[in-house]
T-cell receptor, first 115, second 113 residues
Framework: DADVTQTPRNRITKTGKRIMLECSQTKGHDRMYWYRQDPGLGLRLIYYSFDVKDINKGEISDGYSVSRQAQAKFSLSLESAIPNQTALYFC??????????????FGPGTRLTVL | GDSVTQMEGPVTLSEEAFLTINCTYTATGYPSLFWYVQYPGEGLQLLLKATKADDKGSNKGFEATYRKETTSFHLEKGSVQVSDSAVYFCALRVSGSARQLTFGSGTQLTVLP
């Protein structure tokens, strides 16, 4: 079984709809992240969480919100989706210890299309 | 701020050719440097890393050396295979940075048989 899972894997929605993307991990990591990937722009950080009670904005948090329901679960919401939020979204985790925080483990991604 | 610049792709090579993907960086502190690889339809995977100047990261025949004097971390492989076709991302993390990884824009590599 995959260590970092994302649901759904693909989603097509309409402008103005509320969308939730979910991420679960079985690695026991305390840190979780949400990124979006756009062609030619690499990955950009949306939100990150160091534990259940710690949520932080990344560089492109506008239009997004997150919820850390448990150590293993981190959800990303688009309250009112717009077409320029069409992208590939990745969840990632990193673990305990200074060295371990250097490596992030990524889920398979969610491809979101907003019409 | 911190940033990573990668050579633009796409890069197309024949099997067994030599590969170089250039990566340079700017950082506000002393960074650790990484190469991640993304195979088609998958998430990113760590390929190799280097945490201090002159360190060489290596994995699966790929190598990259942390060059502080030129602020570079170029990825090389002596003989590429079709299975190396993927998108490669250079990234950095500054010690103590809460923002964690800063990624380059990615370089698409296609290896032809």
């Amino acid at each position: 079984d995959a260590d970092v899972t994302q649901t759904p894997r693909n989603r097509i929605t309409k402008t103005g709809k509320r969308i939730m993307l979910e991420c679960s991990q079985t690695k026991g990591h305390d840190r979780m992240y949400w990124y979006r990937q756009d062609p030619g722009l690499g990955l950009r950080l949306i939100y990150y969480s160091f534990d259940v009670k710690d949520i932080n904005k990344g560089e492109i948090s506008d239009g997004y919100s997150v919820s850390r329901q448990a150590q293993a679960k981190f959800s990303l919401s688009l309250e009112s989706a717009i077409p320029n939020q069409t992208a590939l979204y990745f969840c990632a985790t990193s673990g305990q210890g200074a060295r371990s925080y250097n490596e992030q483990f990524f889920g398979p991604g969610t491809r979101l299309t907003v019409l | 701020g911190d940033s990573v610049t990668q050579m633009e792709g796409p890069v197309t090579l024949s099997e067994e050719a030599f590969l170089t993907i250039n990566c340079t960086y700017t950082a506000t502190g002393y960074p650790s440097l990484f190469w991640y690889v993304q195979y088609p339809g998958e998430g990113l995977q760590l390929l190799l890393k280097a945490t201090k100047a002159d360190d060489k990261g290596s994995n699966k025949g790929f190598e990259a050396t942390y060059r502080k004097e030129t602020t570079s971390f170029h990825l090389e492989k002596g003989s590429v295979q079709v299975s190396d076709s993927a998108v490669y991302f250079c990234a950095l993390r500054v010690s103590g940075s809460a923002r964690q990884l800063t990624f380059g824009s990615g370089t698409q590599l296609t290896v032809l048989p």
